[in-house]
């Protein structure tokens, strides 16, 4: 009873660290981070308070060290603290907009991504992939396979999908597909243009917030928070058994970068909502970043890498798999894509803290 009761207050203290709106105190983090520890759903509190409460003191690289050891190396969260430490060093440079001005930079971002959808050229370009998988809320991947994959992109939308490589073993039959999910496990389409389509184009109706600023590639950015409903966003998840493959229509919600100056999005994080509760998927989270390329002396901005998880349940247990895209060699349309050493060599698997 005394071991409950220890517990229980511990994670009672640490509710009302939560809900307090002063700068975080070291102090009251390091609470934070081992009631986290205890119980990885409070994650969403401590990054909602990282970013409306900020810190009041300066981020060091032992508190960088406990943050990944308590969060097993949680990149939004890790991402979160910097993102507050900034905003203590330069708390002029990161207050918000007026409503006004945030208004044009999100207007402005949703007239330059629709035009850029429908100025697209053709293109080809190749995806190392890097697929992995973890019990749910453990962070703890393990490396599945290494997938070399040449993608064709046309300016009609079309993608077709090349596996040229698995394991460094060459692809006997490289034909193309709609998706590389011949090879089993998740797969994932849509980073070059649809995911940008879906929350822009006005039919989808998203709702944005503005929420933040940050520096992106050093880049001045704002950062909204949008919701896409079900019947808008109609995302498609499809979840393939052994015997049978099933499919459900999920809204979206998520978070936004936008180039504060020329209007354009340099990263995306979304995640699938409206999930009916007795499909097997009961997660799917991506996060795209977007840098320039050059494709026939044409500047144009496209992915650079892709984080895309899904957390299935089987049986009882929940298996979270992740796929790290790395978009590299952009060209025109029909060069043909060579495999490089970097390509085949896996990448170490990240090890637990």
Do not use: C, H
């Amino acid at each position: 009873m005394r071991f409950v009761f220890a517990i229980i207050t511990f994670l009672a203290v640490s509710v009302a660290v939560i809900g307090q709106t002063t700068p975080l105190t070291q102090a009251e983090y390091v609470k934070l981070l081992y009631s986290l520890q205890k119980d990885p759903k409070l994650k969403p509190e401590i990054v909602d308070a990282l970013r409306k409460r900020g810190i009041g003191f300066p981020l060091t690289d032992g508190v960088r060290g406990l943050t990944r050891s308590k969060s097993s190396g949680d990149e939004e969260l890790q991402r979160s603290l910097e993102e507050a430490d900034r905003r203590r060093q330069n708390p002029v440079g990161a207050q918000l907009p007026t409503p006004k001005d945030a208004d044009a930079v999100l207007e402005k971002a949703r007239k330059n991504t629709l035009e850029a959808v429908g100025e697209m050229p053709d293109f080809v370009v190749k995806q190392q992939i890097q697929r992995s998988w973890a019990f749910g809320g453990t962070n703890n991947f393990k490396n599945l396979d290494r997938l070399v994959v040449a993608v064709s992109y046309r300016s009609t939308g079309e993608e077709d999908y090349r596996v040229l490589s698995t394991n460094g073993i060459l692809n006997n039959d490289p034909r193309p597909k709609g998706s590389y999910e011949e090879v089993g496990g998740t797969s994932s389409t849509g980073e070059f243009v649809t995911m940008l389509a879906t929350v822009f184009k006005p039919e989808s109706e998203a709702r944005f917030e503005i929420v933040d600023t940050d520096v992106i590639r050093m880049r001045k950015a704002l950062v909204f928070d949008f919701t896409v409903a079900k019947d808008k966003a109609k995302q498609l998840i499809t979840s393939s058994g052994q015997v049978t493959t099933d499919s459900t229509i999920s809204g979206m919600k998520g978070r936004v970068w936008i180039d504060r100056e020329l209007g354009r999005v340099l990263r995306i994080e979304s995640e699938a909502t409206e999930i009916p509760d007795s499909f097997p998927v009961r997660s799917a989270k991506r996060v795209i970043d977007y840098d320039w390329v050059t494709i026939s002396d044409g500047k144009y901005l496209l992915p650079l890498v892709s984080d895309v998880r899904l957390t299935s349940r089987e049986s009882s247990k929940l298996i979270e798999t992740r796929n790290v895209i790395r978009f590299k060699d952009y060209q025109k349309y029909g060069t043909d894509v060579v495999i490089r050493d970097d390509d085949v060599e896996p990448e170490p698997a990240v090890k637990k803290p």
